[in-house]
């Protein structure tokens, strides 16, 4: 199971951590991407985090502004995103899959298991 946490309202130009908290001992083996959907949009890819290697990826959107990391001890993979911008404004959900090939890291169904999303606003 995962639980994302973290959200909130922030102005522009702020900053935020998102957490996501896994269940299960062999999270390390997982590769953990995070997602997000603004209301009237589809999901999209925001970042994702390899259980091999520790390769991370990023869209083009928050590329330098977001940051994905992850504390194997606690189960936990971080979202710290910088920088905030309005059209940041979405749920964000994190979502774990223990078998996705690289071209695929980005695609939201290629993921089994997902958290329930946390809300980010950004508005001044």
């Known amino acids: 199971q995962l639980q994302a946490s973290g959200g909130g309202l922030v102005q522009p130009g702020d900053s935020l951590r998102l957490s996501c908290a896994a269940s299960?001992?062999?999270?390390?083996?997982?590769?953990v991407g995070w997602f997000r959907q603004a209301p009237g949009n589809e999901r999209e890819f925001v970042a994702a985090l390899r259980s091999n290697g520790g390769y991370t990826y990023y869209s083009d959107s928050v590329k330098g502004r977001f940051t994905i990391s992850r504390d194997n001890a606690r189960y936990t993979v971080y979202l710290q995103m910088n920088s905030l911008k309005p059209e940041d404004t979405a749920v964000y959900y994190c979502?774990?899959?223990?078998?996705?090939?690289?071209?695929?890291?980005?695609?939201?169904?290629?993921?089994?298991?997902w958290g329930q999303g946390t809300q980010v606003t950004v508005s001044s």
């Open positions: 979502a774990a899959d223990r078998s996705i090939i690289l071209s695929d890291v980005g695609r939201w169904d290629a993921y089994d298991y």
């Open positions: 299960g001992r062999t999270f390390s083996t997982y590769t």
